[in-house]
């Protein structure tokens, strides 16, 4: 049982290059999110997908595309890297049944140049 | 919309100090409460929860109650050692089936030997 897992860890890429960041959560949640740290501020929240084929903006939106083809898999697009897109990312899921929490990946830090 | 509001760090302890991090939220309806603590270079773990008003959450010392009437959930630990060192962020999860979190900008505690 490996809960929340990210790839990669670390990636540094130019500013106009295109990447995914890949999720796969393996304790049959639904719900899954995508979260961007910055320092001095908390997460915020990208985007979630409620469940398999369904996805909903959050707070920050904005230069992200993301995908859930199936339950296990949520991953996150930037396709024209910007500098103010240098973060460090975070997956989670969230369980529907007791108790009720949300478990968080290790988190992928993106660097734009 | 929600919002949490910490105290900002870094808050610098002698070993057995006694340990408060102050949080204060704005949320309509009910929310979740919750502690999360990160450590370096790690994603973040749910330290405590409270789910209702008046509800104590604890775990590895670290206590924080639910209240409603003062709309806060401050962060007590009786005697802190050098291994709790990290960043604390409150955090709430709002009451629509969305479940997503929001966070306060996070406390660094560093604990001195």
């Known amino acids: 049982n490996a809960g929340v897992t990210q790839t990669p860890k670390f990636q540094v890429l130019k500013t106009g290059q295109s990447m995914t960041l890949q999720c796969a959560q393996d304790?049959?949640?639904?719900?899954m999110y995508w979260y961007r740290q910055d320092p001095g501020m908390g997460l915020r929240l990208i985007y979630y997908?409620?469940?398999?084929?369904?996805?909903d903006k959050g707070e920050v939106p904005n230069g992200y595309n993301v995908s859930r083809l199936n339950k296990r898999e949520f991953s996150l697009r930037l396709e024209s890297a910007a500098p103010s897109q240098t973060s460090v990312y975070f997956c989670?899921?969230?369980?529907?049944?007791?108790?009720?929490?949300?478990?968080f990946g290790p988190g992928t830090r993106l660097t734009v140049t | 919309g929600d919002s949490v509001t910490q105290m900002e760090g870094p808050v610098t302890l002698s070993e057995e100090a006694f340990l408060t991090i102050n949080c204060t939220y704005t949320?309509?309806?009910?929310?979740?409460l919750f502690w999360y603590v990160q450590y370096p270079g790690e994603g973040l773990q749910l330290l405590l929860k409270?789910?209702?008003?008046?509800d104590k959450g604890s775990n590895k010392g670290f206590e924080a109650t639910y209240r409603k009437e003062t709309t806060s959930f401050h962060l007590e630990k009786g005697s802190v050692q050098v291994s709790d060192s990290a960043v604390y962020f409150c955090?709430?999860?709002?009451?629509?089936?969305?479940?997503?979190?929001?966070f306060g900008s996070g406390t660094r505690l560093q604990v001195q030997p």
């Open positions: 989670a899921s969230h369980s529907s049944t007791v108790p009720y929490e949300q478990y």
């Open positions: 304790m049959n949640h639904n719900s």
């Open positions: 997908s409620a469940s398999e084929g369904t996805t």
């Open positions: 949320a309509t309806g009910y929310p979740s």
């Open positions: 409270a789910t209702k008003a008046d």
């Open positions: 955090a709430l999860s709002d009451s629509t089936g969305r479940r997503a979190l929001t």
